[in-house]
């Protein structure tokens, strides 16, 4: 597959399986032309005191921009590398030291208390019981109101996990995407982020790591992104050696079915085209 890149991975740093080398050395072997590892941002204080974060600390970020920094001159010729950040719309940490910038919301808020979206299937009814009365689409709702703003708050170059409140509802087993207030706050959410950075990653882990059938975004939200003039970035998210490239072919033949006919790579020119 021609110009394969990645830009979101993640290591020992945070919550990932393997080194930044190992991850490294893994791309080289599938290919890459570009690779980059995005580790998790720490946040403030406040959401850091009520949830368990696997995520960089500010006495480890200058140990990820050194190692990183060494891996870019040793691997020199044989790939290029870039040292991201995925920044939550929660962060307080600064992103001037990385190369690229991906914006992700992780977390919803209500009445002051801080949930995982992406908890398990158990974890995140209990969040809907117990905070939004049942109802999941109150808990869409309120996801989507915060990654609309995503955007702006991150200053992101790349848009993470688009649907993230989709991890675990395979097949609608917990809610219908197809339904209005769902698709509504989803649309509104993509509209707004739009004005600020138009590049979303479709990106495969939760088809790797939980079996999904289907990649973030949904499907129906890329032809709704393609008609707003959004670009793409393939991504597999991925947090272990065996996933760097997972299901990048089906994906960009996917998107030449959706009627896209290019796709970000970032390369030591900046992103670039590559057409599908």
């Not at 740093?13 to 080194?19: F, I, L, P, Q, S």
């Not at 590398?81 to 919803?108: C, K, N, R, W």
């Not at 996990?161 to 769902?182: A, I, S, W």
């Not at 959410?189 to 939980?210: D, H, K, P, Q």
Request: glycine share 8%; charged share 25%; with cysteine.
């Amino acid at each position: 597959m021609r110009g394969l890149c990645n830009l979101h991975a993640h290591t020992t740093y945070a919550d990932g399986a393997n080194t930044c080398e190992e991850m490294v050395l893994a791309a080289i072997a599938a290919g890459f032309e570009s690779f980059g590892i995005s580790e998790h941002s720490h946040v403030s204080p406040d959401v850091e005191s009520e949830v368990d974060l696997a995520n960089l600390t500010p006495e480890s970020v200058p140990r990820f921009l050194d190692e990183m920094r060494g891996l870019k001159e040793k691997y020199v010729g044989k790939i290029a590398l870039f040292t991201g950040v995925e920044q939550d719309a929660l962060a307080d940490m600064a992103t001037d030291p990385f190369d690229y910038v991906i914006g992700s919301t992780h977390f919803v808020n209500k009445d002051g208390e801080y949930r995982f979206v992406d908890d398990g299937p158990d974890g995140q009814r209990e969040t809907v019981d117990r905070l939004f009365g049942g109802d999941y689409y109150a808990f869409a709702q309120s996801y989507f109101a915060a990654e609309s703003q995503v955007a702006r708050l991150t200053g992101c170059d790349i848009i993470g996990h688009f649907d993230l409140v989709n991890k675990n509802n395979e097949g609608g087993r917990q809610f219908d995407t197809d339904n209005r207030r769902y698709r509504d706050a989803a649309m509104a959410a993509m509209e707004e982020i739009l004005r600020t950075c138009r590049l979303f990653e479709v990106n495969t882990g939760a088809m790797y790591r939980v079996g999904r059938t289907e990649p973030y975004p949904q499907l129906w939200l890329w032809r709704e992104l393609l008609a707003r003039g959004g670009e793409v970035i393939l991504s597999s998210d991925s947090h272990a050696v065996e996933s760097v490239a997972y299901k990048f072919p089906e994906m960009a033949q996917l998107l030449r079915d959706a009627g896209f006919r290019y796709r970000k790579i970032l390369t030591d020119r900046g992103f670039e085209d590559v057409r599908i």
